[in-house]
């Protein structure tokens, strides 16, 4: 079966310092993997999402970047973090393909930038 | 453009209640598929349904129902019976084959089952 794993689970980090996040998905090739952003009481912002190794599409210009060293590795970085990129990361994965298959999502990783 | 919106952002029952929550999506595509995730105070995020927009059949799951119409672009979820159990945020979300891979979700609806 399938199963996602995304660590560190917490993480308090201060201003200015740099981020690194990773998500791997075992059980499953080729997947799609994404990341999402839920800050405080809001929904899911759409961060990153690949279909493949090196191949890495942004939906919105921010202080963070993402990088798929692996088929099922999906690593979220930042080299100066801001207090406003405080939040709940979750990082999912879909099969590739066709649009009709569900997002399986990750833990996530609760940051908060002091 | 791909668009949710779930316009109850909070919403409290007593245990044993029934409650509907309420999704409505936009697209431009005709092939889409919607989605309906629970997410419990843990936070991770919990698959519940997806339905095809070529199959308005609504579905029953145990006390889970769900309501599908393309007429008024609708998606609704309701919980028969609620529990404490059931309470957490849900989202409801939209994919399209036109729209690449990505899932577009709603802000989310806080669901409180009270005792």
């Known amino acids: 079966s399938q199963t996602i794993h995304q660590w560190p689970a917490t993480l308090v980090q201060p201003v200015g310092s740099p981020l690194s996040l990773e998500c791997t998905v075992e059980g499953t090739s080729n997947p799609n993997l994404y990341w999402y952003r839920q800050a405080a009481g809001r929904g899911l912002q759409l961060l990153f999402y690949?279909?493949?190794?090196?191949?890495i599409s942004s939906e919105v210009p921010q202080n963070l970047s993402a990088s798929r060293p692996q088929d099922r590795q999906f690593i979220l970085s930042s080299k100066k973090l801001l207090l406003s990129d405080s939040g709940f990361y979750l990082c999912a994965w879909s099969v590739l393909g066709g649009g009709n298959t569900e997002a399986f999502f990750g833990q996530g990783t609760r940051l908060t930038v002091v | 453009a791909q668009k949710v919106t779930q316009a109850q952002t909070e919403i409290s029952v007593v245990e044993k209640e029934d409650v509907t929550l309420d999704c409505v999506y936009e697209?431009?595509?005709?092939?889409?598929?919607l989605f309906w995730y629970k997410q419990p105070p843990s936070g991770e995020l919990v698959f519940l349904i997806r339905r095809n927009s070529f199959d308005e059949q609504n579905e029953i799951s145990g006390r889970y129902s769900w309501n599908f119409q393309k007429s008024t672009s609708s998606f609704n979820f309701t919980i028969t019976a609620s529990q404490v159990v059931d309470s957490a945020v849900y989202f409801c979300?939209?994919?399209?084959?036109?729209?690449?891979?990505?899932?577009?979700f709603g802000p989310g609806t806080r669901l409180s089952v009270l005792p």
């Open positions: 697209t431009r595509d005709t092939t889409y598929y």
């Open positions: 690949s279909v493949g190794i090196g191949q």
């Open positions: 979300a939209l994919r399209s084959s036109n729209y690449g891979q990505n899932f577009v």
